[in-house]
């Protein structure tokens, strides 16, 4: 694709515009904003970084995933080679151009500060992307200059951009992009090729834009196209087949456009095939028929024991491999790499890896400059050696440690695990409330995303609902719904140790939930003979999200159902989505008999939402919708309950899992990179923080060491790495800096490795669950020490409580008045009616107050 129109200089008040430019190509974040801006960026966003004179290490920049960085004419020398041409951009004005020509052949690009249109061509040079910023742009004027200067690239600070319309002080980001575009076409249309991001072997279709389905596609981040007959197509409307759009390119001549997508439910081709184009082939149809049965595959078949048994597909990876080294012909290498493929591929998919995470892997490592030795690990050269040695005998790999803390774990080694580190007292305040920021969720893109899933489950009812089912979670349901009495899941399906442990979660959270209680009235005598009282009654009906598929989280139903079970809640309805045969896990079906589910509703995501909300026919509806789930789930939430129509409350507003750790002399480095690592493996997103009060450069390093130690241990280590990779560790001198930097932050959860811990509980002031001590995980709190793990995320333990019993209850004040209280309280209420101009309140109290005196 050719260079982008424009690219966008970001600026500290830029994360709302951040999903929109991630769109149409890379942003420029200046180097002091990285860490900042870097966590708030989509995971297929690229970027260009520009330099400080003050960055001592330009090569790390790249290293750790700049596509390019913009560097000074002093900057350029110093690297003097050591990094590609075509990953470097020459900052210039137009005094330092004359005397720096020589200096282009080194670059791949330059950025000419100035206000004059300029090209490659009229500077004299070829082979160099030219980038203009002008000194002091007009947003009415630059769409003219983008026009007039293709195809160079603006810069625009994102200061002067909007996701709204252009006006004298903003630019639309949707004009500045279509500024260059043109059409040869009668009727204006660009025609659009559109790929899927899972599937890059073939793409999905061609279509048409016009300007204005473009600047909604950029706006809404969904596939909006032009139709020919029918006007603006914005693709799954109405069937649910939403595309949720990647990022769109222009071809070379500006005048045709590629659509990047993530295509959800039955496709796009109206025809029964994978693309408008036929069928998928190579990897991308094998990857397809795995994703297939992985959901389908009939217990004890040959594929189902590959995505079950880890140990066959490592095996059998393994043995392909060596297989593959062993081949000679052309016609061996080819067959025994076919083989090795299948095999990887199925590990990724029964990981949940695509193809096209494979190729951001590759593209990521691409963009590293340093560059290791290359040498294979010890222990499979020692392989080969001794089969040479052996002539052909296969010595066995060493197997992976298992101490709970290995000194090493070489199979997982792809460099340290390390967090971020930041000196609070060296930060001014700006820079200090920067450690604050959580990413941007983008929550109203994914509101619209949801929209179409809601409205055919409140249309179609159950039929829109088994559809989704079918679609979605692969279940051909009959009914969507299971009522008592549930069947008891046998030995082999739920082990006694289990059970038992499920058994001490649940009295343990039960216990706790049932002293939240309230047992009488609240009875206060404001006055002679005014008596007043507020008395708890239990939510009649409410719905409890359980995530599922292939996840198992009894410890969800155990932190909703029990606390539903203790209020008296009338109807429980559990929803969680079945698995491809229809049947749900036994450890939940466990969880619901203890807890007295009236009903479970067999489905996941905003379909499951949206039945709770609004009802069906089998569905009862609910009044208020508790628990976790993806984005999907959350937008769901978060749109039914701002419907007056559904009359539905929820838990709370939800976000990444996170975690902060205060830590003094007294910590155990083992316990605290424990605890960190424990919230990482929830997903890349986890947020994960350390505040380290006055530890020594040892003691911190140690800690260092743990993480690093720890998480190569891990079977998620690559989630972990990501998280932590994103992760603060922020050093304060005291422990009063250490709590006012946490109540500032409000973590989801807390933990205080410190000494006496217990005195500072009185100090925190925000936080949805603190665990005390060394010997206090949050693990604890998770699944079975009786608090709940359904806590506010995202700042907002400033706000809201974690659910308890009383988010099962509501509270229902009554006031009763004798004769002689009326005739002492009723002329201060006429005084204050009439006051405010509410004569028939006052009169109320005037005719009782006349007939008392007859």
């Known amino acids: 694709m050719s260079t982008p129109p424009f690219l966008a200089l970001v600026d500290p008040t830029a994360a709302p515009l951040l999903p929109a430019l991630a769109l149409l190509g890379p942003v420029l974040i200046p180097v002091s904003l990285l860490s900042a801006v870097l966590p708030t960026l989509p995971p297929t966003a690229s970027y260009f970084v520009q330099a400080e004179e003050s960055t001592d290490d330009l090569i790390s920049l790249l290293d750790n995933g700049a596509s390019k960085i913009v560097v000074s004419p002093s900057q350029l020398k110093e690297l003097d080679g050591s990094a590609p041409r075509e990953r470097l951009i020459l900052k210039l004005d137009e005094q330092e151009l004359a005397s720096s020509k020589d200096l282009l052949s080194a670059v791949g690009g330059v950025v000419l500060v100035s206000d004059v249109p300029t090209t490659a061509k009229t500077l004299g040079v070829s082979g160099v992307d030219v980038y203009l910023q002008p000194t002091s742009p007009s947003p009415s004027e630059l769409p003219d200059l983008i026009k007039q200067s293709r195809p160079s690239t603006y810069i625009l600070p994102t200061s002067l951009l909007t996701t709204g319309p252009t006006s004298a002080a903003y630019l639309s980001i949707a004009d500045a992009f279509l500024a260059p575009i043109i059409s040869d076409r009668p009727d204006g249309l660009f025609p659009t090729i559109v790929s899927s991001t899972l599937h890059s072997s073939r793409p999905l279709g061609l279509v048409y834009s016009s300007k204005e389905s473009i600047a909604e596609a950029i706006n809404t981040g969904k596939g909006v196209y032009q139709s020919r007959k029918h006007g603006l197509w914005r693709k799954g409307e109405t069937s649910g087949a939403i595309q949720e759009l990647v990022s769109i390119g222009l071809d070379c001549d500006s005048d045709a456009l590629l659509f990047d997508v993530v295509q959800h439910g039955s496709g796009f081709c109206h025809l029964p095939q994978s693309t408008c184009f036929g069928d998928l082939s190579g990897l991308a149809r094998l990857e397809d028929t795995l994703h297939a049965r992985l959901q389908s595959a009939p217990e004890g078949s040959y594929t189902k024991r590959l995505f079950t048994d880890d140990k066959l597909l490592r095996s059998k990876i393994l043995e392909e491999a060596e297989e593959l080294c062993d081949a000679e012909t052309k016609e061996e290498v080819a067959f025994e790499a076919a083989d090795l493929l299948y095999f990887a591929l199925a590990r990724c998919v029964s990981k949940g890896v695509t193809l096209r995470d494979v190729e951001a892997a590759l593209d990521k490592k691409s963009l590293k400059v340093s560059r290791r030795t290359g040498n294979a690990k010890p222990k499979f050269t020692e392989q080969v050696e001794k089969k040479d040695q052996a002539s052909g005998s296969i010595v066995k790999p060493q197997s992976k440690p298992t101490e709970p803390v290995p000194t090493s774990f070489p199979e997982n080694d792809d460099g340290p695990i390390k967090c971020r580190t930041a000196v609070l007292g060296d930060l001014d305040k700006s820079e200090q409330a920067k450690l604050l920021l959580r990413p941007v969720l983008n929550s109203l893109a994914m509101i619209d995303k949801v929209k179409p899933i809601v409205e055919r489950v409140r249309k179609e009812g159950d039929a829109g609902l088994r559809a989704m089912t079918k679609q979605f979670d692969k279940a051909d349901l009959p009914s969507n719904i299971l009522r008592p ?262 973590p989801e959860h807390l933990i205080l490795h410190l000494e006496n811990a217990s005195q500072v509980v009185e100090k925190i002031e925000n936080a949805g669950s603190v665990f005390v001590g060394a010997f206090s995980p949050e693990s604890c709190g998770d699944y079975a020490s009786g608090t709940n793990h359904t806590l506010p995320t995202n700042g907002f333990a400033r706000q809201f409580s974690g659910v308890n019993t009383l988010s099962f209850q509501k509270h229902i004040t009554s006031q009763e008045l004798t004769a002689d209280g009326l005739r002492i309280l009723g002329p201060t209420v006429v005084e204050l009616a009439e006051r405010e101009g509410l004569e028939a309140h006052a009169n109320a109290v005037r005719v009782r107050l006349a007939q008392l005196k007859a």
């Open 485 to 746: 009495p549930y069947a008891t899941p046998s030995e082999s399906e739920l082990p006694t140790s289990v059970r038992a442990a499920i058994d001490q979660a649940y009295a343990n959270v039960k216990a706790f939930h049932q002293a939240q209680a309230e047992t009488k009235p609240l009875v206060v005598t404001t006055m002679p003979g005014v008596v007043c009282s507020r008395f708890v009654r239990p939510i009649a009906r409410v719905g409890v999200y359980v995530p599922g598929g292939t996840a198992i989280l009894p410890s969800t139903a155990i932190m909703l159902g029990v606390p539903a079970q203790v209020a008296e809640c009338r109807e429980i309805v559990l929803a969680t989505p079945p698995r491809p045969d229809g049947s749900i896990s036994p450890e939940v079906l466990y969880v619901a008999q203890l807890t007295g589910v009236t009903c479970i509703l067999k489905a996941g995501g905003a379909q499951a939402v949206a039945a709770l909300a609004y009802g069906t026919d089998e569905v009862p509806k609910v009044d208020k919708i508790f628990g976790p789930g993806n984005q999907w789930v959350t937008a769901a939430k978060m749109l039914v309950q701002n419907d007056t129509d559904a009359l539905v409350a929820i838990d709370m507003p939800a976000g990444p899992s996170e975690v902060l750790v205060i830590a003094d002399k007294t910590a155990s480095p083992i316990f605290v990179a424990s605890d960190l690592l424990s919230q990482a493996e929830h997903g890349t997103d986890s947020q994960v923080v350390l505040v380290a009060i006055d530890l020594t450069e040892d003691h911190l390093a140690e800690i260092e060491h743990q993480i690093d130690v720890q998480a190569h241990a891990l079977p998620r280590v690559k989630i972990a790495r990501e998280a932590i990779k994103k992760s603060l560790i922020v050093k304060v001198d005291n422990l009063d800096r250490a709590i006012d930097f946490s109540n500032e932050y409000a």
